[in-house]
T-cell receptor
Framework: KAGVTQTPRYLIKTRGQQVTLSCSPI?????VSWYQQTPGQGLQFLFE???????NKGNFPGRFSGRQFSNSRSEMNVSTLELGDSALYLC??????????????FGEGSWLTVV | AQSVTQLDSQVPVFEEAPVELRCNYS??????LFWYVQYPNQGLQLLLK??????LVKGINGFEAEFNKSQTSFHLRKPSVHISDTAEYFC????????????FGPGTSLSVIP
C-alpha cells in the first residue's frame, strides 16, 4: 500500500510569491491534515479536510489555505510568502474513523525556503 | 483543551543502554496516545499507539510504551538502543470522542553515542 505522497519535496520561492503544495493520501483515507514544522515552533497544525470539507483549522493567517478534491487529494496554498514561512510542510492522512483511533500517517514533507 | 509535555528536550545515551523518553498529557476526556519518530530530513513515522486495552503497548524497532492513566503519562522505552535510533521523538494525543486535531508535544531529540 503506497504511503502519503507529497510534491514537490524541495522548493525555493521569493518573498511575495505564492506556492502550492500537493498531497496524495493513502488509498482509502478520506482525511488529510497539514502541519508546519519549524525549529522554533515545532509541529503546528494548519488544517484538516475530510470529504472535501474543512473539519479543523489551526491559528494561521488567511494567507494559508487548502482544499481537498473528490479523490481525497489535497493542496495547500500560501500566498504573499514571507521569510518566516520557510519550513517543512507535512501532510498526513487518516481514515477519518474515530473507532480506529483515527491514526494519522505522514508523508515525507515539502521543504519550502523563502528568500 | 488537551496538551502534551515532553520534559526532556534532549536525551543523550550510550549505544546498547536502555532509554526512557517521558511524555505527560492533560485532558479532561479520554484520549488516544501516539508516539512518532522523525529521522533527519524525513517525515514522521508512527512508532506505536494506545487506543484501549492493555496499558503496555509494543511498537516497531523494539520500542514499547506504557499508559498510566492516574499519572497521565505515556512514557516510551527501549531496553537497548542502537545508533540508528538517533532521531526526534514526538508524543501526541487525540480525544477519543471527537474529530479534533492531533496535539503534538515539542519533541525529544535522542542522540545515541557510540
Amino acid at each position: 500500500k503506497a504511503g502519503v505522497t507529497q510534491t514537490p519535496r524541495y522548493l525555493i520561492k521569493t518573498r511575495g510569491q505564492q506556492v502550492t503544495l500537493s498531497c496524495s493520501p493513502i488509498s482509502g483515507h478520506r482525511s488529510v491534515s497539514w502541519y508546519q514544522q519549524t525549529p522554533g515552533q515545532g509541529l503546528q497544525f494548519l488544517f484538516e479536510y475530510f470529504s472535501e470539507t474543512q473539519r479543523n483549522k489551526g491559528n494561521f493567517p488567511g494567507r494559508f489555505s487548502g482544499r481537498q478534491f473528490s479523490n481525497s487529494r489535497s493542496e495547500m496554498n500560501v500566498s504573499t510568502l514571507e521569510l518566516g514561512d520557510s519550513a517543512l510542510y507535512l501532510c498526513a492522512s487518516s481514515s477519518g474513523d474515530l473507532s480506529s483511533g483515527n491514526t494519522i500517517y505522514f508523508g515525507e514533507g515539502s521543504w519550502l525556503t523563502v528568500v | 483543551a488537551q496538551s502534551v509535555t515532553q520534559l526532556d528536550s534532549q536525551v543523550p545515551v550510550f549505544e546498547e543502554a536502555p532509554v526512557e523518553l517521558r511524555c505527560n498529557y492533560s485532558s479532561s476526556v479520554s484520549v488516544y496516545l501516539f508516539w512518532y519518530v522523525q529521522y533527519p530530513n524525513q517525515g514522521l513515522q508512527l512508532l506505536l499507539k494506545y487506543l484501549s486495552g492493555s496499558t503496555l503497548v509494543k511498537g516497531i524497532n523494539g520500542f514499547e510504551a506504557e499508559f498510566n492513566k492516574s499519572q497521565t503519562s505515556f512514557h516510551l522505552r527501549k531496553p537497548s538502543v542502537h545508533i540508528s535510533d538517533t532521531a526526534e521523538y514526538f508524543c501526541a494525543v487525540r480525544r477519543k470522542t471527537s474529530y479534533d486535531k492531533v496535539i503534538f508535544g515539542p519533541g525529544t531529540s535522542l542522540s545515541v553515542i557510540p
